[in-house]
Structures are given as C-alpha cells and as structure tokens.
C-alpha cells in the first residue's frame, strides 16, 4: 500500500519558518517526482515547488522562489519543504504528491497524495 504521510505544518507568526516533511511507504522514490501543492481558502490547488528525485533538480513558484526550499533524504523516502519568512499569503492546506517522471505542476497527473496538513500565517 502506497502512502505518503505528512508532518510538520501548524500556526506561526509572520517572518517566521516551518518545515514540512512528506515520507513515502511502499513507493520508490526513485525517478519519481515530489512536489509541493498549496491550497489557499477560496482557490484551488497550486504547486508551489517541486522536485526531481535522483536528480535533484528543483523548481519553485514565483510565489516561494528565494523563500521555500525543497530537498530529499533518499535514504529515508523523505522529501522537505523548508518555508522560511512565512507570509500571510502563505496560509492554507499543503500537500505533497508524487508521480513518475516528468515533473508537472498540473495536480490532476499526481497518483499519490500526502493527507494534507495545514499551515496558519499570523500577521
């Protein structure tokens, strides 16, 4: 059974930082696509940063660039977002998802999904 179990997340003051972490069970990360998806109140989801296990490139959303970083613990099937000077804009559900290569920020092409963990920017 294919899981990826999420942690981290939870409230925070603005300027401040969380990091979110998303392991995957019975899933090989290997040529795999981690990304990182925000769903705002109002809005549907967008991926805000992504990831090419194995190669380790990344990509991120004009929205996190230079804020947001995301890496991998290959040896934990682990994959991180670390969100630094956390904006309130930054508020809503995150989730993780994974897919075989290439990577995408089109949600509808990710098989398996993180059960969502909610992060609460305090101005």
């Known amino acids: 059974q294919v899981q990826l179990v999420q942690s981290g997340g939870g409230p925070v003051q603005a300027g401040g930082s969380l990091r979110l972490s998303c392991a995957a069970s019975g899933y090989a990360l290997d040529r795999k696509c981690l990304a990182w998806f925000r769903q705002s109140p109002d809005q549907s989801r967008k991926g805000i940063a992504r990831?090419?296990?194995?190669?380790?490139?990344?990509d991120y959303d004009d929205s996190v660039e230079g804020r947001f970083t995301i890496s991998q613990d290959k040896d934990k099937d682990t994959v991180y977002l670390e969100m630094k000077d956390l904006k309130p804009e930054d508020n809503g559900l995150y989730y993780c998802?994974?897919?075989?290569?290439?990577?995408?920020?089109?949600?509808?092409?990710?098989?398996?999904w993180g059960q969502g963990t909610q992060v609460t920017v305090s101005s």
């Open positions: 990831i090419y296990v194995d190669k380790d490139e990344k």
């Open positions: 998802a994974a897919r075989p290569w290439p990577c995408s920020w089109f949600d509808k092409v990710f098989d398996y």
